[in-house]
């Protein structure tokens, strides 16, 4: 960018909060956007996300940004900018080469877009930030790309004490494109009064005295390359002398009589027929008729052009967005969303969709206690899930915001072959474990004897003991104190002392 155009070369960022002031180039951030928008457009739904490093220096209080280096990303987690093992080794060959040291070309930060979220640091980002780039004057530079507004940036540091406020940037701003500038072209060369053709009057004295000194040509000859026509003398006008014509000197008498006994031209000659101007009065009957039916049908027609004409209301404005992005570890897929969103802040509760291929979604409800937490993990499948968070607001409608995740799943750890200790060992538990359970059948089935048994005991006591009852009832003449007739007395049994029941 140069001063012609009257944009600054620079960009300064400062707030009170941030012990130093961040000055960038507008060519390298403008670089960075168009390789931002380009990704954004890249894939359906957001597009991906991409990453680097920001080159330049550092002078205690003022951080420069004078170029930068990107970092070919994998994407082997979805289209999220999240490392994998080549990626971070791809990423410390660039820390390397430029030592990450402040000097002229030195590392003094990164950066990398969110085409899902707003402007913030994921649990993701900061463990790259405290990982790859530990000193307390290098920072991150996150860019928010859209599709049809400029594009939103926003700048993280480190506090005096080492924090950071990673919930959002202090102060975003908006990145304008830079005007295209006009490639310098050759200039046109102009053709001198040298070079141009000069344009002179005809001499019309020379041209007519060599008409006169050549030879008169034959009769025949002329009747050949002449033929007669024949001019009727009705089509033959006569033309009154203009008095303010001048007359050429040098023209003889002779000539001008010649020439005024020549038929004048047909094109000259023809008058306008009568007829034409009857066309224009025809034209402007059927344009007077036009004009009438279309008062008289103004009702049909009026609405419909009003209607095209009417201004086009705005569009309403876009839903606030929840920030939603997946992160995957081993197959572990942590999904997260912004808690410091307005709508997260004023929902009541929500519900998180997961579909995986081949099964039926999972529906899981959030209260606002696990909204607030902004995370939750969920063990996938399969390589393709799709993440839908329904966000209810007590007092407005829904919002809805939905990504997808794409990746593999990790390798399963197979077993180790067992030794032939091991394969001892199990071979003996196994054996203790059939016995174990041979004893427990044996055990088992002699607790179901011993109960029968008791119960057999217990119905035969019973049995006796009503024997006993029954023994110690009296005859019914005994109770009654009388004889029945004709009977002789009956001596009164023998009653049997009591024993005692066992």
């Not at 507004?149 to 304008?176: T, V």
């Not at 009064?193 to 005809?202: I, Q």
């Not at 203009?242 to 002779?254: C, G």
Request: aromatic share 6%; hydrophobic share 35%; net charge negative.
């Amino acid at each position: 960018m140069t001063g012609s155009t009257g944009e600054p070369d620079t960009l300064t960022w400062s707030v009170p909060e941030c012990p130093f002031t961040i000055e960038a180039s507008t060519r390298v951030l403008d670089d960075i956007r168009l390789a931002v928008v380009d990704a954004f457009f890249s894939l359906p739904r957001g597009g991906a996300e991409i990453g680097g490093v920001l080159l330049g220096s550092f002078t205690g209080n003022r951080l420069t940004i004078t170029d930068y280096s990107p970092l070919e990303c994998e994407h082997a987690h979805g289209p999220s900018f999240s490392l994998s093992a080549p990626d971070e080794v791809r990423l410390n060959q660039i820390l390397s080469i430029h030592n990450a040291g402040p000097g002229e070309h030195g590392v003094v930060g990164w950066y990398h877009s969110h085409t899902r979220s707003e402007i913030f640091l994921s649990e993701a980002d900061q463990a790259i930030h405290q990982r790859f780039f530990p000193e307390p004057w290098q920072v991150a530079l996150v860019m928010k790309p859209h599709t049809f507004q400029p594009a939103r940036i926003g700048f993280f540091f480190r506090a005096e004490d080492g924090s950071m406020h990673a919930e959002a940037s202090y102060q975003e701003m908006l990145l304008e494109g830079l005007r295209v500038q006009a490639m310098p072209g050759p200039v046109p060369t102009v053709a001198t009064t040298e070079e141009l053709p000069l344009r002179r009057r005809p001499n019309l004295d020379a041209i007519k005295a060599a008409a006169e000194a050549a030879p008169e040509p034959e009769p025949a000859l002329q009747a050949s390359l002449f033929p007669p026509y024949p001019v009727p003398e009705s089509q033959t006008p006569e033309y009154p002398a203009r008095e303010d014509q001048p007359q050429d000197n040098h023209t003889p008498a002779a000539e001008a009589s010649a020439d005024a006994s020549l038929p004048a031209p047909h094109f000259l000659a023809e008058e306008a027929p009568a007829g034409r101007s009857w066309t224009w009065v025809i034209i402007l009957a059927i344009a007077l008729g036009v004009a009438a039916a279309a008062v008289q049908t103004r009702q049909m027609w009026l609405p419909r052009v009003m209607a095209a004409v009417r201004p086009v209301p705005p569009p309403p404005p876009p839903p606030p967005s929840l920030g939603l992005t997946s992160l995957d570890h081993e197959g572990q897929l942590q999904i997260n969303w912004n808690p410091n969103s307005p709508a997260v802040r004023k929902a009541s509760d929500a519900i998180l969709e997961i579909t995986e291929i081949g099964t039926p979604p999972q529906a899981i409800q959030l209260d606002a206690a696990h909204l607030q937490a902004g995370n939750f993990t969920f063990a996938r499948n399969s390589q393709n899930v799709d993440i839908k968070l329904i966000v209810h607001q007590a007092n407005g409608p829904d919002v809805r915001e939905a990504i997808g995740f794409l990746g593999k799943l990790p390798a399963r750890q197979t077993a180790a072959p067992e030794s032939g200790e091991q394969q001892k060992q199990r071979e003996e538990d196994k054996k203790a474990t059939a016995k174990l359970k041979s004893d427990l059948n044996f055990q088992a089935a002699k607790t179901r004897k011993l109960e029968k048994d008791l119960v057999q005991m217990r119905q035969e006591l019973k049995q006796q003991q009503l024997k006993r009852l029954n023994n110690q009832v009296p005859d019914k003449q005994e109770r009654s104190g009388q004889k029945q007739p004709g009977r002789a007395a009956s001596p009164a049994p023998r009653r049997k002392s009591r024993t005692a029941l066992p």
